[in-house]
């Protein structure tokens, strides 16, 4: 058993060094990513639900890397936010996102995610006004999806940071509502333009009492709060009945649309039939 445990272990630490070293190439290999054009934007509907009408898109970032293929967002965004590199990223993003939004004759809004560590970083309020400047993008146009977790950090600075933003007249979503903590709060303190439902309970509503539950409570928060209500990662025609139902503003999601390059939604955006 002895000899088994420790042959358990080389294994382990094997492994740990794969991943150690994978990690650290990742690290490498993302410095260099957006001088190599290896990022790119996929957009994703966001739509009314009463009309059925395309409202705006959200921007979804990808890493087309050189060997290793598309590496998800989930896998190097919290890397690049530990090194740091998610600011260069991150500019980049808003500066792609917003440059595309304004050459749009469809006025849609553009939705681009805001990490922690970009909000927290010193001159973030003026990267987006100069941003808008530079692309010419309608400032009402643009909006940051932050989660509550990105504004734990430093409640005050964040705070006064969404202000100045808020301020040129760009909005603010918040996002992944209901898997944070101190939401209520936060809700209250912060000038939130509306409030993104995680798909983790948007998945279930059709299924789960208990979901339901959660979504009505937030789509009354919603209505309390006068902010309107976006539920993600809606995959179903059952999904999406019961959100109409309830009054849910906005849905996102498979069923109505992947993310995927910009040149699959011209219809959407030249706001007329595409051949
Ligand atoms: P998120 O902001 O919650 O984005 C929604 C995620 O759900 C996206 O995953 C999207 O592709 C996926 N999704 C959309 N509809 C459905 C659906 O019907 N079913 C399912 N199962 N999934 C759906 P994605 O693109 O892999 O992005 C993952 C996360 O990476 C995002 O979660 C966001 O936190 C982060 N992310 C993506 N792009 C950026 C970016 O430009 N900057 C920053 N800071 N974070 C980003
Ligand atoms: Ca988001
Ligand atoms: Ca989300
Ligand atoms: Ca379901």
């Keep these: 058993a002895k000899q088994e445990g420790r042959g358990r272990l080389r294994f382990y630490e094997t492994r740990m060094g794969v991943q150690v070293r994978e990690r650290r190439q990742i690290e490498h290999d993302l410095r260099h990513a957006v001088e190599r054009g290896e990022l790119r934007v996929v957009y994703q509907p966001q739509t009314r639900i009463d009309t059925g009408e395309a409202v705006g898109f959200e921007a979804l970032l990808r890493w087309e890397h050189p060997v290793r293929g598309t590496v998800p967002p989930n896998l190097f965004i919290p890397i690049s936010e530990e090194t740091g590199s998610i600011l260069g990223i991150g500019e980049w993003v808003l500066r ?3 440059r595309e939004a304004a050459s749009w004759d469809n ?3 553009i939705a681009v995610n805001v990490s922690a560590v970009q909000l927290h970083a010193p001159g973030f309020a003026e990267l987006v006004h100069e941003v808008l400047f530079t692309t010419g993008l309608s400032p009402a146009r643009l909006e940051l999806e932050i989660t509550e977790t990105a504004l734990v950090r430093d409640l005050p600075r964040a705070l006064a940071t969404l202000r100045r933003v808020k301020a040129m007249g760009v909005r603010i979503a918040m996002d992944d509502f209901g898997t944070g903590y101190s939401s209520l709060s936060n809700l209250r303190a912060f000038p939130f333009d ?5 798909s983790s309970f948007t998945r279930s ?3 789960s009492e208990q979901a339901a539950t959660i979504v009505r409570t ?5 209505r309390g709060l006068g902010l309107p209500v976006l539920a993600e990662g809606v995959e179903t025609k059952a999904e999406l009945e019961f959100l109409g139902a309830e009054d849910c503003h906005e849905a996102q999601g498979y069923l109505l649309g992947r993310p995927g390059p910009i040149d699959r939604f011209r219809d ?3 706001g007329r039939p595409v051949a």
């Design 96 to 98: 792609e996102t917003c």
């Design 194 to 198: 509306k409030i993104k439902i995680d």
């Design 107 to 109: 006025p849609l809004r």
């Design 218 to 222: 937030v789509l009354g928060l919603g």
């Design 268 to 270: 959407l955006t030249t």
């Design 205 to 207: 509503v059709d299924t």
